[in-house]
């Protein structure tokens, strides 16, 4: 009997121009780019006459590991993140572009999942990749930069809180951290998919970022390094002190469980943990929130996050120290 | 007698939120730029309702060494072949993020010099470093966008050349491809210290980008793989063919020199160097062009890029085969 191999098509066999006429050709565009991906720069709508621009650098390794999560998979997270810091200035994603580095045996089969994740979780919120640049390079590298528009509201940014504010959290925290623990201890697909998933594909709540823009929010962030620290930042531009009442951050039974099975705190994970991309934010104290915002706290005068009944707990994540 | 030791601050000593601030505090704003570094996003200006995007990932080893280059040099360079993307689209560069992986020992005068070479090399045009992001990696990353703004002209893609058009060249060509063969055989800094130099600050006539849309240019790019096979991209994209003619191309006296000196074509460098980022454009036949352009040949009905006189030569840098 005849063996069979498959021979996997590298992005060496495609060549540089090959490789990017190939993602190009998957990527759906909105409106909003006038000129996409082939050119020596993409040209995005900006109607407001202003543009939100932020940028990620992600690397194999430290930011992901390929045998952790597909390449769909960091596709939409890469592409997550990015979306997550825009609709945290208020501003509606029109676009992003990505700088791809890969080695030269990297399969298009990869390379397929990769830009499907990317176009796919920027369907979410209408935006396209617009363009991009692709290397060789030993690990896999992502340089990603979204782009999006205010619609003419004031961008929210973190400077803004004022004493009195309540303070308020949209979308997930602690799954992706609880996920990431899971992977560590190797007990994360069987046990837990749920989480694992969280950990690889974060769930921002985009819609949030321009509604609280519109609720009249004084200050936001997307919690990309941990709610404590990122609550910090806040603080510390907005020459406040925020403080948080553990008692009403909302504990799954599924980070319940898992921390159980693992001996952690679940709490720990809610208040640290950074990759879910939630959007925590400051209004006004009069404020009617929708049901997505779930108050957490308070601003004050003073400096600092105080969380209440807790001392001395890690805050989140730094990059050199971690 | 003591021994006096300096120890140099790093990267890891600083962490993350310290290395922000520092370059942060380096880098001049214009006022292009609504808010600068420090939040989730920056907002930049984009009057003309549209804004010009441009990507690229640099990596060490790859495009660029650190014992060829300086960390200024570094970052002028990186700088310059992003804001040449934007010109050659006919757009007035307004600001760039920039994605930096690096060692947690880096030393912080490292981050300094290549703080100040993308800071100095955006001044040139009156753009500003808005905003980034880093992260630790092994060897130095860079992952670099540019934002431009039209002004009100349509964009200058690389698909508008016609037949009778005629192709000019404005800036340098060859010098970095003189420089980088010079570096090569350990000939540079003695003998060729300008080539040397052109291989590791470009400059880009930054100027004639939207002055040749404001000149009626039907296509353009900048040369940043080659000259044959940049015009083979306005070839492919316009539906026609371009006819270079060498005799046209200058090659000037340090080129031959240089050359001479290393037993190589200097026509050779002019024809397949990409990293001087020079602008080259189509033009209808009865333009009246300013001394920085130079028509190197014409557009014509068919395919592809014919040099006069010459058959088979290489035509510029493909990164997953080179």
Known sequence: ??????????AADLGEFGIIARIAGRLPQFPAVLLGPGDDAAVVRAPDGRVVVTTDLLLEGRHFRRDWSSAYDIGRKAAAQNLAD???MGADPTALVVGLGMPGDTATDWVDGLTDGFGEECALVGASVAGGDIARSDLVVL??????????RAPVTRSGARPGDVVAVAGRLGHAAAGLALLLAGRADDAFPELADAHRRPRPPYACGPGAAVLGATAMADVSDGLVQDLGHIASASGVRVEVDPASLPIPALLADAAAELGQDPVEWVLTGGEDHALVAAFPPDVSLPAEWKIIGRVAEGEGV???GRVGQRSGWDHFRD
Chains 1, 2 share one sequence.
């Not at 009997?1 to 590298?10: F, L, N, P, S, Y």
């Not at 340089?143 to 003419?152: I, P, Q, R």
């Open 86 to 88: 825009v609709v945290a």
């Open 306 to 308: 105080q969380v209440r």
């Open 143 to 152: 340089g990603v930069t979204a782009l999006g528009d205010l619609g003419g």
């Open 1 to 10: 009997m005849q063996q069979t191999w498959r021979c996997a098509i590298t």
